[in-house]
């Protein structure tokens, strides 16, 4: 396994793999590895010849910067879990590397869907991803990019940048993991206090008990909504940022679930906020089959 620091290095080596005629597997992360970013790794260790992984804290996507000063770090862990996964490069550039003279002045505009429900809380949030995963993928030229449904915002606006910009690349999405308890893993867990930790949950909960309310029948978004604020809300330690159910195509707010339609939501627990999401189940044939998340 090679660790690069350098772009034009990174770029050398997954141009000699796509020359030597294997699929390249790209997976891009920030680092702080967990059983998430495994399942991505496993995914394309299985699809792909070569699998290469970028680790980098990318700055310009914070918009708070006590959660970019205190997002967890832990490159030498990280190596060992590429390591076992069999992963060929970790590229794990600095800041001036990925950025030589400051932040560019060409962005990626993610379009109205970036200003909305993760944009509300973190303006200019997805605009700095998708510049970042572009330069990523242009760097990589993988035949496969994989991403969590965990950040399904961000996975529905890669693809919408892939199908509006002409990047030749399959973007893959995997389900979300999470603990035993329903949380879903994430980086910023590891912040959360015993006692948010054990008030964490609800947020699954919650976008599950919606899903149950509609395989049994519930049409209704606005009673789903409402009742998955009400579950959270009963949470002493969690606040609520936001509550949605979207068309899993458009991502409109819909007023009734009549196809693909996704719920979720945003809490804080102290400082650490989280997120989650859920597929609903359509209502044409088992229930089980239809939710992606599990
Ligand atoms: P991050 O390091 O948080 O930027 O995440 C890197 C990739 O891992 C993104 O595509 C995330 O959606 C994905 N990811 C993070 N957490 C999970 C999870 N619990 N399950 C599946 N994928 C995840």
């Known amino acids: 396994m090679d660790l690069i620091g350098s772009v ?5 080596a997954c141009e000699k793999a796509r020359n030597g ?7 891009p992360t920030m680092g ?35 959660d970019l000063a205190t997002y967890p770090r832990s490159l030498k862990t990280d190596l060992a879990t590429a390591e076992a996964h069999g992963v060929d490069a970790v590229f794990a550039p600095d800041e001036d590397e990925m950025y030589p003279g400051g932040p560019p002045e060409v ?17 200019g949030h997805f605009r700095a991803v998708l510049t970042v995963v ?44 999470r603990d035993p308890d329903g949380l879903a893993l ?45 579950l959270i809300g009963s949470e002493r330690l969690g606040r ?10 458009s991502w409109e707010e819909i007023t009734t679930v009549q196809g693909p339609a996704r719920a979720l939501a945003a809490a804080r627990f102290g400082d650490v906020r989280l997120i989650d999401n859920l597929a609903l189940p359509t209502g044409q044939g088992p229930a089980s089959m239809q939710n992606k998340d599990g």
Do not use: W
Request: proline fraction near 4%; hydrophobic fraction near 45%.
């Open 8 to 12: 034009r290095d990174f770029r050398v």
């Open 21 to 27: 005629g294997f699929s390249v597997g790209f997976v």
């Open 32 to 66: 702080a590895l967990h059983g998430g970013h495994e399942a991505l790794l496993r995914s394309a260790r299985e699809e792909c010849g070569f699998v290469a992984i970028s680790i980098f804290v990318n700055p310009l996507q914070f918009t708070s910067a006590q």
């Open 107 to 123: 962005f990626v505009d993610p379009g109205p869907l970036g200003d909305r429900l993760e944009g509300v809380s973190r303006p």
């Open 134 to 177: 572009a330069k990523l993928l242009n760097m990589v030229g993988p035949s496969n990019a994989y991403f969590g449904e965990k950040d399904a915002q961000q996975l529905a606006l890669v693809r919408r940048m892939v199908a509006s910009l002409d990047f030749q690349v399959t973007v893959v999405a995997c389900p979300t993991v």
């Open 186 to 230: 994430s980086s910023r867990n590891a912040r959360l206090s015993t006692e948010q930790r054990r008030a964490a949950p609800v947020l699954f909960e919650a976008l599950s008990d919606a899903a149950t309310r509609v395989r049994q029948g519930e049409r209704s978004a606005d009673v789903l909504r409402a009742e998955i604020a009400r």
């Open 240 to 249: 609520i940022d936001y509550v949605a159910v979207v068309d899993d195509e």
